[in-house]
């Protein structure tokens, strides 16, 4: 597609309206990391890929001459998915503060470099009429931002359908950003069909996640509210816990536990039988 050749007033005020969601998109994330000292739920991988996908997102939109909110809209992802990333490392992964602040710092130093070396060589390029890096570029960005999405599932099928770790008004500001970029793209003169793809997928696999929730409360209201009514937590409660415990991931677990206790056996045994060896020799 080629550039726009103008930018309407509408298309900058949806855009401008998808870059205030997506700018504070990810602060309920980073603010409910922080309260609960625990990102349990809310997969590393996830926020590490768009980071990364922020990179290709921008320069298409820049070579592009999108509307400027619409090329603000990377850098914004960028910088609150490496911070969100940095606290599954400081909080999930038990790294130490410094190891961990550093390490985000060095991500977003190494996607600032990589779009301002990919940008002019681009752009370059496509003023010659040559349109497959940036389609490339457009296409990667897709590719990445669904490809952080894959882990997501895992979770919900490890705790049948409960999303836990994922902060309900992220998504849903999340899925505003989205909506109204969307809306943003139809207002164009021209409709980016990259770009359109990369939003519809975005407010889709979102509503997905909370459709999931919804279905996950549905099953179990019976069940907390015998929870409710003992006065437990629903983690707690005995039923709730045996019927959680049929996720496809705790039974996974369940089972790699059961193997490293056979393999310690294991090897205590085999201790124990040279020792005896070791004995009757002597």
């Known amino acids: 597609m080629a550039p726009q050749p103008s930018v309407p007033l509408a298309a900058n005020i949806l855009g401008m309206i998808g870059v205030l969601c997506w700018c504070v998109q990810l602060i309920p994330q980073i603010w409910r990391n922080y309260r609960t000292k625990s990102t349990e739920g809310l997969p590393a991988s996830m926020m590490f890929i768009w980071s990364v996908s922020a990179v290709p997102f921008s320069i298409y ?18 910088a ?28 977003l130093l190494v996607c600032a470099a990589a779009e301002l070396g990919f940008v002019l060589p681009i752009r370059l390029a496509y003023s010659k009429g040559i349109s497959w890096p940036v389609t490339t570029m457009g296409l990667l960005a897709i590719i990445l931002l669904i ?9 919900l099928l490890k705790r049948r359908g409960r999303v836990i770790g ?7 500001i999340d899925w505003c950003g ?13 409709f980016d069909v990259l770009f359109g793809c990369l939003y519809v997928v975005c407010c889709g ?3 997905g996640i909370a459709i999931s929730h919804l279905i996950w409360m549905y099953r179990t209201r019976y069940i907390r509210r015998r929870a409710k009514e003992a006065g437990m937590d629903f983690d707690r409660f005995p039923e709730a816990v045996e019927w959680q415990s049929g996720g496809i991931g705790v039974r996974w677990e369940a089972v790699k536990r059961r ?14 039988k040279v020792t005896e060896r070791k004995n009757s020799v002597v």
Do not use: H, N
């Open 61 to 78: 939109a820049i070579v592009q001459r999108s509307a400027i909110a619409l090329q603000i809209q990377p850098q914004c992802l960028c």
């Open 80 to 107: 609150f998915c490496a911070i969100s990333w940095g606290q599954c490392l400081f909080y999930g992964r038990k790294w130490p503060a410094t190891k961990a602040v550093l390490t985000t710092i060095a991500l």
């Open 147 to 155: 490809a952080g999405f894959m882990p997501v599932p895992f979770e």
């Open 166 to 172: 994922i902060d309900f008004v992220f998504l849903f």
């Open 178 to 190: 989205a909506f109204f970029s969307l809306m943003a793209l139809v207002a164009q003169v021209e």
């Open 205 to 207: 696999i979102e509503m």
């Open 259 to 272: 193997m490293r206790l056979s393999e310690k056996i294991g090897v205590e045994g085999v201790e124990v």
